[in-house]
T-cell receptor
Framework: NAGVTQTPKFRVLKTGQSMTLLCAQD?????MYWYRQDPGMGLRLIHY???????AKGEVPDGYNVSRLKKQNFLLGLESAAPSQTSVYFC?????????FGPGTRLTVL | SQKIEQNSEALNIQEGKTATLTCNYT??????LQWYRQDPGRGPVFLLL?????KEKRKERLKVTFDTTLKQSLFHITASQPADSATYLC??????????FGAGTTVTVRA
């Protein structure tokens, strides 16, 4: 059981570039989440999904898009990266109340 | 708007002592509250969940209290060990299975 995995672990982008972060879980969880974590701030929810084919906006969705074509995968896209999107991104999955987190992706936008 | 506040400063304690962390919230009526542990460079790990109708929960050396009148949770680590050094996150949840997190409190246990 790998749990929740994230790809890539690190990435540096230039302003305006695009990229996709991949999250995969092997626990058959219905719910999946994307968060960003910035110094001095709590984890903030970007988008989430309550099942395959469904997505919804979280607290800070602007500048991001997501897709959940398969139950085990949740993709986070940045269409045109901005320096304000420099952060550590965490994916999580869960059944109901408890969430299981991936190791994170450290993204720097120059 | 919702606000979740944890101890604003880091906590440094001697091995064997009890660490007490606070989580206060406003403009929120959570159905449950959770505590997570986060080590540097890693994702948070779930520790404990306490529901709105529960006053106290224990798990090994960990104890959590939840006072919905005061809008506060206390998290205790008893007989602390250097391996307990980490950042601890408070998270509030409701029946839509989304969580709102505090910024965390960093605990350092000195040997």
């Amino acid at each position: 059981n790998a749990g929740v995995t994230q790809t890539p672990k690190f990435r540096v982008l230039k302003t305006g570039q695009s990229m996709t972060l991949l999250c995969a879980q092997d626990m058959n969880h219905e719910y999946m989440y994307w968060y960003r974590q910035d110094p001095g701030m709590g984890l903030r929810l970007i988008h989430y999904s309550v099942g395959e084919g469904t997505t919804a906006k979280g607290e800070v969705p602007d500048g991001y898009n997501v897709s959940r074509l398969k139950k085990q995968n949740f993709l986070l896209g940045l269409e045109s990266a901005a320096p304000s999107q420099t952060s550590v991104y965490f994916c999580a999955s869960g059944l109901k109340n408890t969430q299981y987190f991936g190791p994170g992706t450290r993204l720097t936008v120059l | 708007s919702q606000k979740i506040e944890q101890n604003s400063e880091a906590l440094n304690i001697q091995e064997g002592k009890t660490a007490t962390l606070t989580c206060n919230y406003t403009n929120y009526s959570p159905a449950y509250l959770q505590w997570y542990r986060q080590d540097p460079g890693r994702g948070p790990v779930f520790l404990l969940l306490i529901r709105e109708n529960e006053k106290e929960k224990r798990k090994e050396r960990l104890k959590v209290t939840f006072d919905t009148t005061l809008k506060q949770s206390l998290f205790h680590i008893t007989a602390s060990q250097p391996a307990d050094s980490a950042t601890y996150l408070c998270a509030l949840g409701s029946n839509d299975y989304k969580l709102s997190f505090g910024a965390g409190t960093t605990v350092t246990v000195r040997a």
